[in-house]
């Protein structure tokens, strides 16, 4: 599946559970490459209701190569490129949520593993992380990722809890 030239590459909006999108090339749209949300409100994700994002390659989108907004995905063994080309504010792998969504629902309980992101950019700030975990995001899981040449940092965590990072190669970020 080849995904270009969108204002959103691949969008999933109050969708069910146990979704997959596998090796796809998701590239050149205006805004985010991905942007997996949370469920459907009459469903409760769990554990045993997790969804996927493998093996995918993900480049020159707008904005975030990747916006996870819900809960319970995995995002594992993606190359992840030259995202962020007109958009002030991105990253790679971008995991946040608002107040406004909250509970089950939230940015919470994600594993972001095996991924290679790298030259992430942020034309006019101090952006353009490899991985950002952000606001209100909790018990996430980021393991085994290489992260290197994006303007901003390699692995960013903002105003979060329980969070586990570890065993990720980061190098040469922070290029701006």
Request: glycine share 10%; aromatic share 8%; with cysteine.
């Amino acid at each position: 599946l080849n995904v270009h030239d969108s204002y959103v590459g691949v969008q999933f909006t109050q969708a069910g559970l146990q979704n997959t999108l596998q090796n796809s090339q998701v590239f050149n749209n205006v805004m985010d490459g991905i942007t997996p949300g949370p469920s459907d409100p009459s469903l409760v994700p769990d554990a045993n209701h997790q969804s996927y994002i493998l093996n995918n390659a993900i480049h020159d989108n707008g904005s975030h190569g990747m916006e996870v907004t819900g809960p319970f995905w995995t995002v594992q063994e993606n190359k992840i490129t030259h995202n962020g080309i007109s958009s002030s504010g991105t990253s790679g792998i971008h995991v946040y949520s608002t107040p406004v969504v909250s509970g089950v629902h939230a940015c919470n309980d994600n594993t972001v593993s095996y991924n290679y992101v790298t030259t992430q950019q942020d034309p006019n700030g101090v952006d353009g992380n490899g991985i950002q975990i952000d606001d209100f995001c909790d018990f996430n899981t980021v393991a085994f990722n290489v992260v290197w040449a994006n303007s901003g940092a390699g692995v960013s965590v903002l105003d979060a809890q329980g969070n586990i990072i570890v065993a990720n190669t980061s190098y040469s970020n922070a290029t701006d």
